[in-house]
């Protein structure tokens, strides 16, 4: 499966923005889809994830986006959303989605099947 981010852009503290992955390729119910970031200076972190179905989400154990990123998915479309309120200047970051058909170790190990290039999300204050 092949990934397409989108939706970065330059937004003020509070704004909100919407990010978008499109997805081609395989068939995109077969997977577990995701986000991660990686700030500048900083290693990738694991951000959120959603169920093939929809169903179930998986946030990072740090609270850093809890109440305020929330996933989705429209597997008509092929497409998950990253979701972000009141974005904060840490929120700063390349963000990128990903794929893999279970969620587990490959998530936090980052072994994943496909990614998909980074979208650039600056907050300032």
């Known amino acids: 499966v092949q990934l397409q981010a989108s939706g970065g852009g330059l937004v003020q503290a509070g704004d909100s923005l919407r990010l978008s992955c499109a997805a081609s390729?395989?068939?995109?119910?077969?997977?577990?889809m995701g986000w991660f970031r990686q700030a500048p200076g900083k290693e990738r972190e694991f951000v959120v994830a959603i169920s093939r179905s929809g169903g179930r989400t998986y946030y990072a154990d740090s609270d850093s986006v809890k109440g305020r990123f929330t996933i989705s998915r429209d597997n008509a479309k092929n497409t998950v959303y990253l979701q972000m309120n009141t974005l904060k200047p840490e929120d700063t970051a390349d963000y990128y989605c990903?794929?893999?058909?279970?969620?587990?170790?490959?998530?936090?190990?980052?072994?994943?099947?496909?990614w998909g290039q980074g979208t650039q999300v600056t907050v300032s204050s």
């Open positions: 390729g395989g068939t995109f119910s077969d997977y577990v």
């Open positions: 990903a794929a893999d058909p279970m969620f587990g170790s490959t998530w936090y190990h980052q072994t994943l099947e496909a």
